[in-house]
Nanobody, 120 residues
Framework: VQLVESGRGLVQSGGSLRLACAAS????????MAWYRQAPGKQREWVAT???????KYSDSVNGRFTMSRDNAKNTMYLQMDSLKPEDTAVYYC???????????????WGQGTQVTVSS
């Protein structure tokens, strides 16, 4: 299973950016999908999660500014980031919980990360 992020970029404070994460490979079903981020010198932190039925949860730091969505037919999720702040600058990683065969256990997979830079 591979997770590939796209949408990296440099934006000014207050701007918007949209990230995407596509899962491919041997996939029976994708369950929860999530975004994490890691700023320089800091630990990786959870940003948001979307379940297979599109229920979303957001960290307090992005709630009201970021919006997750997903296309189950394409095993792809999106992160619309609005009102971006310099403190949102980080490498953003996608995470997915996947069952590769009908009888297998769920496993966690990670993308390679995509850089988001917000200038002040």
């Amino acid at each position: 299973v591979q997770l590939v992020e796209s949408g990296r970029g440099l934006v000014q404070s207050g701007g918007s950016l949209r990230l995407a994460c596509a899962a491919s490979g041997n996939i029976f079903r994708v369950f929860d999908m999530a975004w994490y981020r890691q700023a320089p010198g800091k630990q990786r932190e959870w940003v948001a999660t979307i379940t297979s039925d599109a229920t979303t949860k957001y960290s307090d730091s992005v709630n009201g500014r970021f919006t997750m969505s997903r296309d189950n037919a394409k095993n792809t999720m999106y992160l619309q980031m609005d009102s971006l702040k310099p403190e949102d600058t980080a490498v953003y990683y996608c995470n997915a919980e996947v069952r590769v065969t009908p009888g297998s256990t769920r496993k966690q997979f990670w993308g390679q990360g995509t850089q988001v830079t917000v200038s002040s």
